[in-house]
């Protein structure tokens, strides 16, 4: 979801599915504002998780590499 009130923002939704190793069949759910005109680096909220990442909270630093606008 893209929002624009004087710097560019979204909302990022992210499920890492891990399928080999130890941990497959888990996942990890990631949830948060990515200010990208803001600092470099930004936190955002691991929210929860399936598997052995079950009820996981945490954070995760989140940069943007890179950022292609149609506008």
């Known amino acids: 979801m893209w929002a624009y009130v004087g710097n560019p923002?979204?909302?990022v939704t992210v499920e890492v599915v891990l399928t080999a190793g130890p941990y497959a069949g888990s996942s990890v759910?990631?949830?948060g504002r990515d200010?990208?005109?803001g600092?470099?680096?930004r936190?955002?909220?691991v929210v929860?998780?399936?598997g052995q990442f079950r009820?996981?909270?945490c954070y995760v630093l989140w940069k943007t590499?890179?950022?292609?606008l149609l506008v």
Do not use: H, K, P
């Open 43 to 45: 936190e955002l909220s």
């Open 9 to 11: 923002e979204l909302l």
């Open 29 to 31: 759910t990631v949830v």
């Open 35 to 37: 200010d990208i005109g």
């Open 48 to 50: 929860g998780g399936t």
């Open 55 to 57: 009820m996981a909270r």
């Open 65 to 68: 590499v890179r950022l292609g």
């Open 39 to 41: 600092a470099a680096v």
